[in-house]
């Protein structure tokens, strides 16, 4: 499953307090963004919003988050306030390009992502967004030109390396998407998504030792994330073990029913070989 990973950023207990003031509400809120935890963080925000409709910053964050959920058409409804609110908010055209890019609309995407580069040319989103623009249009020499600024700007920005390491894995090279992620290890050794990732490019150079290994650590970091129970199952369909294959991507799919689309070939492929194989 080769997969681009486009750019970008436990749900507690406590409800949040409308009482707090904003910048609080705003930092409790970039908090859960930090730790994945969407719904928390949703929850501070929309407390931000409930006293300011206005608060692009609040805006920007919503649309960020229902990106991670693949609600595109949230996604940009959020956007499109931040920006109608603020026209210089470089940041929100970024997130913006990825909707767009998203939704295939490459001409929206590159006039939103040449805007955000105007307003701020060293923010290294916007230069990885436009890199993955390059990359989906097949200007491969291009998107590896703008990755080399990327690196340039911010070399422990972690997201450089997961998206250049995708465009090589994608390219097949995987020599060389391996040493971008090994790199993003280096950086942060505590994410699964390094794991997972790393691991994907070891079934491509059939090390599939390593590759379950690297599985089973990006497991332990995170037992919750389908994605990892997915790529696992297609690994071991390919090493035949057809019983567990469909396991791992049927429980997969259970956590993370967005994949489904990209998956599901080899969820039918799985079922149709382990029927066979009985």
């Known amino acids: 499953m080769k997969m681009f990973i486009v750019i970008l950023f436990l749900i507690s207990s406590v409800l949040p307090s409308s009482a707090q003031p904003i910048d609080s509400l705003m930092k409790k809120g970039n908090d859960a963004m930090k730790i994945k935890d969407w719904q928390t963080a949703l929850s501070y925000y929309s407390i931000v919003l409930k006293k300011n409709p206005a608060e692009t910053r609040a805006l920007n964050a919503v649309g960020v988050i229902y990106i991670e959920y693949k609600d595109w058409e949230k996604a940009l409804n ?47 989103v916007a230069i990885i967004s436009l890199a993955t623009i390059y990359a989906y249009v097949n200007k491969f020499p291009e998107a590896f030109e703008v990755f080399r600024k990327a690196v340039s700007v911010d070399p422990e920005y972690i997201d450089i390396y997961w998206n250049r390491g995708a465009l090589y894995l994608h390219l097949e090279k995987y020599e060389e998407a391996l040493a971008d ?71 997969g799919l259970k956590l993370s029913p967005s994949l489904k689309a990209s998956v599901e070939s080899y969820l039918t492929e799985a079922k149709d070989k382990l029927n066979k194989s009985k």
């Open 181 to 251: 992620v090994n790199r993003a290890i280096d950086i942060n050794a505590g994410l699964a998504k390094n794991f997972y990732f790393r691991g994907t490019v070891y079934k491509y150079l059939r090390e599939y030792d390593k590759a379950m290994a690297d599985y089973e650590t990006a497991l332990k970091l995170d037992p919750n994330e389908g994605e990892i129970y997915v790529r696992r199952g297609i690994l071991y369909l390919t090493m035949d073990n057809y019983a567990k294959a469909v396991e791992d991507i049927e429980y």
């Open 78 to 124: 959020n956007l499109n306030e931040a920006i109608k609110y603020d026209t210089l908010y470089a940041k929100a055209y970024a997130n913006r390009c990825v909707v767009w890019l998203m939704m295939k609309d490459i001409e929206k995407a590159y006039s939103d992502i040449d805007k955000s580069l105007k307003l701020d040319s060293t923010d290294v």
